[in-house]
């Protein structure tokens, strides 16, 4: 399985980026995804979701209402729309990916085998 994470840059406080992550190597619809980020200094915390069958979400409460993870099977590909940035928000962003996860796991990025490459977002104040 690869994972290829896309779509960080530059953005003033409350505005948006969208972030990609194309899964490839495997059927897409069998894993479920995860998005983590990592700020300089700081440990890995987990930020959205999605899982594989129902595509039921999860989010971190610091994005809650403003972040959107969806995935579209048919480009083999995950979302995050992330609304109303914060420079709190800057980080390595990193998409993740298993096939096995059980709900109680989503959330824990040690649960997940496949990870790929961050993409670095930054929010100015």
């Known amino acids: 399985v690869q994972l290829q994470a896309s779509g960080g840059g530059l953005v003033q406080a409350g505005g948006s980026l969208r972030l990609s992550c194309v899964l490839s190597?495997?059927?897409?619809?069998?894993?479920?995804v995860g998005w983590f980020r990592q700020a300089t200094g700081k440990e890995r915390e987990f930020v959205a979701a999605?899982?594989?069958?129902?595509?039921?979400?999860f989010y971190a409460d610091s994005v809650k209402d403003r972040f959107t993870i969806s995935r579209d099977n048919a480009k083999n590909t995950v979302y995050l729309q992330m609304n109303s940035l914060k420079p709190d928000d800057t980080a390595a962003y990193y998409c993740?990916?298993?096939?096995?996860?059980?709900?109680?796991?989503?959330?824990?990025?040690?649960?997940?085998?496949?990870w790929g490459q961050g993409t670095q977002v930054t929010v100015s104040s």
């Open positions: 190597g495997r059927t897409f619809r069998d894993y479920s």
């Open positions: 999605i899982k594989r069958s129902g595509g039921a979400t």
């Open positions: 993740a990916a298993d096939k096995s996860l059980i709900t109680s796991s989503m959330t824990n990025g040690d649960a997940y085998d496949y």
